[in-house]
């Protein structure tokens, strides 16, 4: 079946500009991960959704960070006012059920580079 | 906080070699260990999991057991082939946790 899918894959941005990274998980699956992949800081964990709910936002890196996840499917990672140091390949997941003991499926990222 | 402590090499062996990468933890109660392994120009993906102490997940040739006694989860397989090229993350879910927390990773190159 189809894996978790995300797009853009590649994103070249300005600083300050916005930008909206989207996330499709495989179908049935309902807790959905987004984690944030650069050099200097390996595999950092960013939200997770169960559901349509986002619990726990302190893992996103600052206020203009933002997720919002909508029938409890697709998801949307935005990034405000967007900085260099944002630079980084963004990693969607996604699990059967919210379990620690559940495999967490990865898409191919997006690749944000910010000029 | 939970944390995972592995090698980040690179890691150069010959083909047919034997490997061990090591992974120790430290997290809260009794976690989840996985191997995940990305190769180049892919995205990350499951190699094998253990979800309590003592259990052996296996893989593609590739082994590594839950020991609880030394909080590790140390990856090997008998005889690498040069396919096997890639980098190599170890990661653990606990109870209470959010998310997975990964290694730096382990970047391994087989040569022929």
């Known amino acids: 079946g189809a894996g978790v899918s995300q797009s853009p894959s590649n994103k070249v941005t300005e600083k300050g500009k916005d930008v909206e990274l989207r996330c499709d998980p495989i179908s049935g699956h309902t807790a959905l991960y987004w984690y944030r992949q650069s050099l200097g800081q390996g595999l950092e964990f960013l939200i997770y959704f169960q559901g349509n709910s986002a619990p726990d936002k302190s893992g996103l890196p600052s206020d203009r960070f933002s997720a919002e996840r909508t029938g409890g499917s697709v998801s949307t990672l935005t990034i405000q006012r967007t900085q260099q140091e944002d630079s980084a390949v963004y990693l969607c997941?996604?699990?059967?059920?919210?379990?620690?003991?559940?495999?967490?499926?990865f898409g191919p990222g997006t690749r944000l580079l910010v000029l | 906080g939970d944390s995972v402590t592995q090698m980040e090499g690179p890691v150069t062996l010959s083909e047919e070699a034997f490997l061990t990468i090591n992974c120790t933890y430290t997290?809260?109660?009794?976690?989840?260990l996985f191997w995940y392994v990305q190769y180049p120009g892919e995205g990350l993906q499951l190699l094998l999991k253990a979800t309590k102490a003592d259990d052996k997940g296996s893989n593609k040739g590739f082994e590594a057991t839950y020991r609880k006694e030394t909080t590790s989860f140390h990856l090997e397989k008998g005889s690498v082939q040069v396919s096997d090229s890639a980098v190599y993350f170890c990661a653990l879910s606990g109870r209470g946790a959010d998310g997975l927390t990964f290694g730096k990773g382990t970047h391994l190159i087989i040569q022929p």
């Open positions: 997941a996604s699990s059967l059920g919210f379990d620690w003991k559940e495999t967490q499926y």
């Open positions: 997290a809260t109660g009794y976690p989840s």
